[in-house]
């Protein structure tokens, strides 16, 4: 049975597009039929965090009801497929969000997982993705703006009838963060189920176009990435997932061995 989640937050700035990139990648990584889509069509980045900004179709063709959404399918990392919305304003206003449901219907059983970027905000843009999705999941950085924004968009979900599956604290940094974990979970009255930590690598894997997973994989934010898919898809960490562990330790002895005796390469 396939599952549908809409990534959300409250506010723009969280991180939600490189969570569903990432999340999504891993997802079909873990041999799950991943398709990932950008229903935020006013102000689309998962296409061009992916190199997918210059495809012939996309959602705002769809959803205008000239086009097909199987022509806005795309391979993204992994085999995880892509539905990106354009970056034109012209396709914006053609694009009819409430045609959402009936793309949803389409391709919904094609899939194992669906992962819709939703709009940052309260809008009626919003509604739709929140109000379609089996479970929400709730992305926030450590900042009292973003949690109170976070609790209105849960708020609302729960008004529609939604059901929140946890949040993601992402861009974590225990040093200089004002909020803790616990203290986040008891204002949002809901779990923190992932916990990305702050990573220059994920922008500049986003520089690349590509996910950080797949460009940077031992990197600290790949490795919450690669736990979270985990969890949600019900599977052990594989043999290929201690390799990339393996191979950072590795990589760091190297190094060490190189500092202490500069004659060996």
């Known amino acids: 049975m396939t599952i549908v989640f809409t990534i959300a937050s409250g506010k723009g700035g969280t991180g939600k597009t490189t969570v569903t990139s990432n999340l999504g990648s891993m997802l079909a990584y873990y041999k799950k039929r991943t398709y990932i889509l950008d229903a935020d069509v006013g102000m689309a980045n998962l296409g061009l965090v992916l190199g997918l900004e210059k495809m012939p179709v996309s959602l705002h063709e769809v959803l205008a009801g000239k086009a097909d959404v199987h022509d ?77 924004d976070a609790l209105k968009t849960k708020m609302l979900t729960e008004m529609i009838g939604g059901k929140i599956r946890g949040a993601i604290l992402n861009r974590v940094n225990s040093e200089d963060d004002d909020m803790t974990k616990e203290q986040i979970e008891k204002m949002l009255g809901v779990n923190v189920i992932a916990m990305i930590p702050e990573d220059a690598n994920v922008r500049r894997a986003s520089a690349s176009r590509a996910p950080v997973v797949l460009k940077y994989p031992s990197s ?46």
């Open 220 to 265: 600290g934010a790949s490795k919450a990435f690669r736990k979270l898919a985990r969890d949600i898809a019900g599977v052990k960490e594989s043999e290929a997932d201690k390799a990339v562990e393996s191979k950072k330790k590795e990589k760091f002895v190297e190094r060490l061995a190189r500092a202490l005796f500069p004659g060996v390469r």
């Open 72 to 148: 806005a399918i795309y391979e993204g990392p992994f085999g995880v497929n892509v539905i990106p919305s354009g970056l034109s304003l012209e396709g914006f206003k053609d694009a009819n969000p409430d045609r959402l449901r009936d793309v949803m219907n389409e391709i919904v059983d094609e899939c194992d997982v669906l992962i819709i970027d939703a709009p940052a905000g309260i809008n009626h843009d919003g509604i739709v993705p929140l109000a379609v999705a089996d479970e929400v999941i709730l992305v926030v950085i450590p900042d009292i703006s973003s949690i109170l």
